[in-house]
């Protein structure tokens, strides 16, 4: 199937996308939560919003894990349809993103960028999961 | 013999399903980001909706024949004053003094419009006067008509005074419009056509130079002369008059206003349609590979016929 053969590089390489930018984001997060701020801060209301945008990187690399298991294991690699919504979804990530970084915007949009971009491919991966190793179905 | 392409003809194959499936899900997920995007990115870059415009416009400006001129005789602070006001010449009593006046408006280029005001003054004066100070005020009617229809009466205020008594001044400069807000696009603005100094009040407080400057300038479109560097001459002969000569150019003004609804969505879809273009082959080209190669399952309607039947 010629689509499989594009889709799954296609897959990874947005994938791959996405986690260098996550990563990119964890080494300079600091204009980031200062944007969280108001003009005047102190350093606890730092350290708190610091702590909330580490903790939503490491959600991401979380959900990461999950749906880069699913996918070297062969168990959603042939899937059609996860492969064209992971797609989508990790290429909209990865360009909302960008935007996230450069324009320095701030922590509240992470968390929707969060919902729609990492977990809805996590959570099919994690229905896929389920349904090839619970309900014995075969991996496609 | 060479072979070649005669001719050709796409031909058009319908993809089918039903409302409840992935493709249909996948289909609103695709029309969103390509119709919902370029708006995003258009009006991101700013500039989306013009605020703010601006146009050219040689405004049609008269001489309202209307003056007021104040002179200080001595440096103690007397002073002779003259106006075209008959009330105010009035009540002036001693301080009253007549001026020779010579006024002439000429229009420049010959486009039906006035482009100078040649103002010209003599103040005779008495032995013992000296003029350390003058303050001349003068009155204009104003029009702009090519957007909204402005019509106002406007002033021009020139002081100059120094501890060293004069001859002559010279003052050459031009009456500019200053806008607080910009201005509509259409209808009729006249609230302003009012006369700045009320010739018909009796009452002095209606001269004071202090109150007319007060109301003239809590408007919010005003002219005012700009005259970077007026000329002081000094060394008056005996017995020889004051003389005040004023060049007042009309220029072409850059005006700002407010474009109309039409003009801004006209530029508002140009930005929309330019980056929604690239979003419709982007989006044409993933189509094309979803629905060609079945990653979501439809059916396939291949309209031409294949056969005879």
């Not at chain 2, 602070?77 to 006046?101: C, E, K, Q």
């Amino acid at each position: 199937m010629s689509a499989i053969s594009s889709l799954v590089p296609a897959r990874f390489l947005t994938i791959i996308a996405h986690l260098v930018i996550v990563i990119t984001i964890f080494w300079s997060r600091e204009n980031n939560v200062k944007a969280s701020l108001p003009l005047e801060f102190t350093q606890e209301q730092y350290d708190s919003e610091d702590q909330k945008l580490v903790v939503a990187l490491a959600v991401t690399l979380g959900l990461f894990a999950i749906e880069l298991s699913g996918f070297f294991s062969g168990v959603s690699m042939f899937n059609c349809s996860q492969g064209l919504l992971s797609t989508g979804a990790h290429a909209s990530a990865s360009v909302a993103l960008l935007f996230f970084l450069f324009e320095q915007w701030e922590l509240d949009i992470y968390w929707a960028i969060l919902a729609i971009c990492s977990v809805l491919p996590a959570v099919v991966e994690i229905i896929l999961f389920v349904g090839v190793f619970g309900l014995k179905k075969k991996p496609l | 013999m060479a072979f070649y392409e005669v001719y050709s003809h796409p031909a058009l194959i319908r993809y089918k399903t039903s409302v409840c499936t992935k493709a249909t899900l996948f289909l609103v997920a695709i029309l969103c980001l390509t119709y919902i995007s370029p708006l995003l990115v258009a009006y991101r870059s700013q500039g989306f909706w013009t605020k703010r415009s601006t146009y050219e416009e040689q405004p049609v400006v008269r001489y309202r024949y209307e003056a007021l001129l104040v002179a200080a005789t001595s440096p103690l602070g007397d002073h002779v004053t003259w106006s075209t006001f008959p009330y105010l010449n009035n009540m002036l009593g001693p301080n009253f003094r007549i001026p020779a006046v010579s006024v002439r408006e000429e229009d420049q280029n010959q486009d039906g419009k006035l482009d100078l005001l040649i103002f010209k003054l003599q103040l005779p004066l008495r032995a013992d006067e000296q003029v350390y100070s003058v303050q001349l005020l003068l009155t204009f009617s104003y029009q702009l008509h090519r957007m909204s229809t402005v019509v106002m009466q406007t002033l021009a205020y020139v002081q100059h005074s120094s501890s060293v008594p004069g001859a002559k001044l010279f003052i050459g400069g031009d009456l500019r419009l200053q806008q607080r807000a910009p201005l509509a696009h259409r209808g009729l603005n006249n609230i302003y056509n009012v006369s700045v100094i009320d010739g018909s009040s009796p009452f002095v407080s209606s001269y004071d130079l202090e109150n007319i400057m007060r109301s003239y300038q809590s408007r919010n479109l005003t002219t005012v002369l700009s005259c970077p560097s007026p000329v002081w001459t000094l060394g008056r002969a005996e017995g020889s008059p004051f003389e005040l000569s004023a060049e007042i150019r009309y220029p072409l003004e850059v005006i700002s206003y407010r474009p109309g609804f039409w003009e801004t969505i006209k530029l508002a879809w140009i930005q929309y349609v330019s980056v929604l273009l690239i979003f419709l082959w982007v989006s044409e080209r993933v189509q094309r590979f979803v629905f060609q190669n079945q990653v979501l399952t439809t059916v396939p309607v291949a309209v031409e016929k294949l056969h005879l039947s």
